[in-house]
């Protein structure tokens, strides 16, 4: 038998994945997103140091890039200082993809707060982080 918590947690996450593939139908896994979101935020990377800032072994970022290359959301490029290293690359189609995600993020936002008083806002976001610091310490 599940309880309502458990219920609870299922149905948001059920509904905030829907939400994302409606602005990003692409079949991304989130381990897939978390490759394009670094390389956003650090700039073009080695597989190496992609897999250590994620915490992926190379057998699995090798996966992922795959499937990021096949929708022309990254490229690799032959490193200038060593010719046997590639450097993976975000693409315009990356980023494109990456905004699309963002745009979705903040109209989830603005849907909640038009039903949160600031109170339940504040609310949530602090059960939010709690939540999330539990989880994360598993």
């Known amino acids: 038998m599940s309880d309502a918590l458990e219920d609870a947690l299922s ?19 989130w381990g897939q997103y978390d490759v394009l979101e670094i390389l956003r935020l650090k700039g073009d990377l080695t597989p190496s140091q ?5 915490g992926l ?6 996966k992922f890039l795959r499937v990021l290359k096949s929708y022309d959301f990254v490229e690799q490029y032959q490193s200038e200082e060593d010719k046997r290293e590639l450097i993976t690359h975000l693409t315009r189609k990356g980023h494109d993809f990456l905004q699309r ?4 993020r ?3 936002a603005l849907m909640v707060k038009t039903v949160l008083t600031q ?20």
Do not use: M, W
């Not at 109170?119 to 598993?138: A, C, G, V, Y």
């Open 119 to 138: 109170q339940e806002q504040e609310l949530f976001i602090n059960l939010s982080k709690k939540i999330t610091d539990s989880l994360s310490h598993k």
């Open 50 to 54: 992609l897999s250590q800032s994620l």
């Open 11 to 29: 149905l948001l996450q059920c509904t905030l994945v829907a939400r994302r593939a409606s602005f990003t139908p692409e079949q991304i896994t």
């Open 101 to 104: 995600a963002a745009t979705g």
């Open 106 to 108: 903040a109209e989830n």
């Open 57 to 62: 072994s190379r057998q699995n970022l090798s």
